[in-house]
């Protein structure tokens, strides 16, 4: 395993009170608030189910539904 960075990956450490350690940059910034957006989201669901795809699985079926919905909705 490689110990080197890279250098077009970010580079910087969130605290637990979400502040950023390292390069604060716009896109770190981004990047930090969509891993707060996720762990708030996912805040309620197990870790086990989260490494199990339950994200994926419920996505999968949304795409499914939301059209039958949307049709029907159209038709009444």
Partial sequence: MSTKPTSNLPQFIVT???DILGEDTPENQEIVRRIHACVEACEQIPTEDLENGIIQDICNI???VVPIL???KKAS
Avoid: D, F, I, L
Wanted: charged share 20%.
């Fill in 16 to 18: 637990a009170e979400g």
């Fill in 70 to 72: 949307e049709q029907q």
């Fill in 62 to 64: 949304m795409g499914q």
